[in-house]
């Protein structure tokens, strides 16, 4: 059986929510614009599940209507109930690369206490490509939690800001393996003679994982 729209508002329509996410996974399968339409009513669906799967979509059908899509997003940060629809929400906009919403994701990272939100909206940050980004990324370098330092050293290397070579370094001898080798990574992106040396400097690290990506990013 082909996979038209008529099909998929069958299942979009159906009670049964498993059918209803069946349907928002075959939105990718047709034509962008109607599958943007498609998707909008799904967003504020009861089921938390049908919500998280709609917004998630939103990274790529949103491209079709950015204008929209940003209402949409800015919608669900603010105002859904559920911390992973705020956090999908937070990764689509990322994904969208819409920085008007730089003050928004801002502000909630501020506001809410709920670290899934925050982790997505550190990680979205790297993908935004907004300089003013690089403040709430050192401050979430600062974090006690480890995801949140993670995603933070991961988006200073997207950001693409030399600012954050000499907060990075501190990481250099952290005792999280996933850390450091994020770190290289980042430092790789970051690139310059400083950058260099501290990749060099974990050539040698304990970890194998560590080392073999320090490596790599000297080639």
Known sequence: MSITPESIKSLLDSEDFGERIRGLNQLRQIEPETAFTMVQPMIVDKNTRVRYAAVSQLDTLGQSNKTASLEILRDRLFN?????????????????????????????????????????????????????????????????????????????????????????????????????????QALGRLGGEEARNIITKLTDDRSQQVAQEAKNNLE
């Open 80 to 184: 859904d109930p559920e911390p992973d629809v705020q956090a999908a929400a937070a990764d689509a906009i990322g994904g969208l690369k819409l920085v008007e919403a730089f003050e928004d994701l801002a502000n909630i990272y501020h506001d809410t206490s709920e670290w899934l939100v925050q982790f997505s909206i550190i990680a979205a940050l790297g993908e935004l490509g907004e300089p003013r980004g690089f403040e709430l990324l050192e401050e979430a370098l600062m974090s006690d939690n480890n995801l949140l330092q993670t995603a933070a050293i991961g988006s200073m290397g997207e950001l693409g800001d030399t600012r954050a070579i000499p907060l990075l370094a501190t990481f250099v001898d952290n005792e999280d393996w996933q850390i450091r080798y994020r770190l290289v």
